[in-house]
């Protein structure tokens, strides 16, 4: 694709980032066929290829977009199933992010959209306050009709029920007999008051195959939901945090890992270095704290997993959360450790599309969002499993929403397998 930047914007370092990305894209149009929105919609403009030209236009020409454009790319989910299909190796992952950043910088949203896109940044990334609004919501939950267009999402994804909170989530658990590797684990920001019992169940299952688990709790949110909210100085204090909280434990006693058990906190970690490779205070450390991230499958499977416990099993419908398929590449691991694990997987069909939770998509788009999820859950189902397993908390909360099959996170299962009780999600449904 040409451009037409000037040499004066090309000083920008993201503008420079933009241009190298938009010259490797060759008009294909392979990237419509795979893309949830363009699928929904049919429009060449919510399409990654349409999306590239206005990201282009807008570019160029500098200043506010018109509102056209910040409507399309805000209709992208971010799910990067374009750079899987795209035979020329465009990164619409951070070309869509500078786009975000730029958009957030200069165009002026109305007040109500303002005002909502300002508390998910403010509240979301924060256990406390998340707990605490999270707790409002579910009391309001029966008054969701009534409330305001722009909060009913919101209200619709409150849990009726908040689970109790883990009695120790931070600090470090000793591995059960040989010590083999010392990990650190993100302990995450909503993760945390959703589910528990994921964190509980990762580091059961990590200890247990040798890993003394580190959580530190200056270690918080990853960055990633106000990254694509396009607040990029919020994102980098929270990467900056955690780069710290993890540099203090490389240097105490070295980490060989640092594990994820969310997988949109996977794909932000992962990106870490390129994100502070301008900064000359934590370029190097971001690089080599983004070199040792590991998905949780990706550890389990380098440990190696044990044979599974007796009367463990049944059809389990997996769910590829599109950061672990298309942001990080781990497409067939979990399918082959739950399969060790004695489980029988089924994958459904249109597996590359996403569910449409995307971090706060389905709050900010929650129609397309919708259409997602029941295209989603509807396949799943097909499949006639005794229970849904994912990799990522934002998929697990969507899908839970809509589908009458129990959703429980991979880890659960792999936990169950070997040695721990039986995930809590499934004793929920039950019961």
């Not at 004066?8 to 294909?28: E, G, S, Y």
């Not at 807008?58 to 971010?78: F, I, K, N, Y």
């Not at 490389?250 to 990106?271: E, F, P, R, W, Y």
């Not at 099959?405 to 499934?426: N, S």
Request: charged share 20%; glycine share 10%; with cysteine.
């Amino acid at each position: 694709m040409q451009t037409r930047f000037t040499l004066a914007q090309l000083a920008d370092p993201d503008i420079k980032a933009a241009n190298d990305i938009l010259r490797a894209c060759v008009h294909c149009g392979f990237c419509t066929a795979t893309c949830p929105t363009y699928s929904l919609l049919g429009d060449e403009l919510d399409g990654p290829r349409g999306r590239i030209y206005l990201i282009k236009e807008m570019l160029e020409a500098g200043g506010a977009p018109p509102v056209p454009a910040v409507t399309h790319v805000d209709r992208c989910l971010s799910c990067l199933s374009c750079m899987t299909t795209c035979p020329s190796g465009v990164n619409y992952m951070h070309l869509v992010d500078i786009a975000r950043k730029r958009v957030e910088e200069t165009h002026r949203r109305p007040i109500i959209e303002r005002l909502l896109r300002r508390a998910l940044a403010e509240i979301l990334p924060y256990r406390g306050r998340f707990r605490m609004t999270l707790r409002l919501a579910s009391w309001m939950r029966a008054l969701a009709p009534l409330a305001p267009g722009a909060l009913r999402p919101l209200l619709a994804l409150a849990p009726r029920r908040i689970p109790r909170a883990a009695a120790r989530d931070t600090g470090v658990f000793a591995a059960q007999g040989e010590t083999k590797r010392r990990v650190a684990l993100l302990a995450g920001c909503v993760q945390p008051t959703l589910a528990p019992e994921i964190n509980a169940a990762t580091i059961r299952l990590l200890t247990r195959l040798g890993c003394e688990v580190v959580v530190p709790e200056a270690a918080g949110c990853c960055g990633a939901l106000t990254h694509h909210l396009g607040r990029e100085a919020d994102a980098l204090a929270c990467v900056r945090a955690n780069v710290a909280a993890w540099r203090t434990e490389i240097d105490a006693g070295g980490l060989d890992a640092i594990v994820v058990n969310a997988s949109g906190c996977g794909t932000m970690l992962k990106d870490y270095g390129y994100l502070l490779r301008d900064d000359p205070g934590w370029a190097d450390i971001a690089a080599r704290v983004a070199e040792i991230v590991r998905d949780v499958t990706e550890l389990v499977d380098e440990i190696g997993m044990p044979e599974p416990q007796d009367g463990v099993g049944g059809v389990v419908a997996y769910q590829s959360a599109c950061s672990l398929r298309h942001g990080q590449k781990v497409v067939d691991l979990p399918k082959r450790l739950l399969l060790a694990a004695g489980f029988e997987v089924r994958e459904p069909a249109e597996a590359h599309l996403c569910c449409g939770s995307a971090g706060t998509y389905n709050i900010l788009q929650p129609d397309l969002a919708a259409r997602l999820g029941d295209r989603k859950a509807r396949n799943l189902e097909a499949l006639k499993p005794a229970v849904i397993a994912s990799g990522n908390i934002g998929c697990m909360t969507q899908l839970g929403g809509v589908s009458e099959v129990p959703v429980v996170h991979t880890v659960e299962l792999l936990d169950w397998a070997t040695g721990g009780g039986r995930p809590v999600g499934m004793e929920t449904a039950d019961g």
